[in-house]
């Protein structure tokens, strides 16, 4: 079957850096991906979506790269901020959603 | 625009109650519309999606039923709730296959 996971359960950044957070995905018949947030007690928030007719898109603040040779997703985030504390993780789909488990991103002041 | 809601927002209940969870979507028309359970430090498990009123696919089986008796609402039910039905359940919907899931903001459901 299909999995969705992230190299990395945690990661901190200085406020003010750049942040990445990756995801691997193993089903090659994917061609739609979502990254989402996810803030504590509240739904997952689209972030960010990625066909994969493309390999990058770029939204406020935030980039999506696509590597289909590989199947991985990164999520870059720009000049991190204290609002971006969260769980991210990413969702594929062929013919029905997949999601990963997250990453928890803690940005220090 | 869009809007998604879910309630409650958490809820105790004894082993062996029964359970209904409701989701409303507003500002869209036959949404494609989703029951999750979210693990603690897990990912999201698919439980029920439905495409109309009155179709629902079951993804896993377990203790538990959804309806949609109306376009925009969706319902999830148990006759009697086990210990392992806890968790946090969350809606979503999504004009499409294919699209962005929009997420409530769930319910965290403690079994007692």
């Known amino acids: 079957g299909e999995s969705v996971g992230l190299h990395l359960p945690t990661l901190s950044v200085q406020e003010g850096d750049n942040s990445i957070i990756n995801c691997a995905y193993s089903?090659?018949?994917?061609?739609?991906f979502i990254w989402y947030k996810q803030e504590s007690g509240k739904g997952p928030q689209f972030i960010i979506d990625i066909r994969s007719n493309m390999d990058k898109r770029q939204g406020q603040r935030v980039t999506v790269l696509l590597n289909k040779t590989v199947k991985h997703l990164s999520l870059q985030i720009a000049a991190t901020q204290p609002g971006d504390s969260a769980v991210y993780f990413c969702a594929e789909t062929g013919n029905q959603f997949y999601f990963g488990t997250g990453t928890s991103l803690t940005v220090i002041p | 625009s869009q809007t998604i809601h879910q309630w409650p927002a958490t809820l105790v209940q004894p082993v062996g109650s029964p359970l209904s969870l409701e989701c409303t979507v507003e500002?869209?028309?036959?949404?494609?519309l989703y029951w999750y359970r979210q693990a603690a430090g897990r990912g999201l498990q698919l439980l029920f999606y439905?495409?109309?009123?009155?179709?629902i696919s079951s993804e896993v089986p377990q203790n538990l039923s959804a309806s949609r008796p109306q376009d925009r609402q969706f319902i999830l039910s148990s006759k009697k709730l086990l210990l392992s039905d806890s968790g946090f359940y969350l809606c979503?919907?999504?004009?499409?296959?294919?699209?962005?899931?929009?997420f409530g903001d769930g319910t965290r459901l403690s079994i007692l």
């Open positions: 979503a919907w999504s004009v499409g296959e294919q699209q962005p899931q929009h």
């Open positions: 500002g869209t028309s036959n949404p494609n």
């Open positions: 089903n090659s018949a994917s061609d739609y």
């Open positions: 439905s495409v109309g009123i009155g179709q």
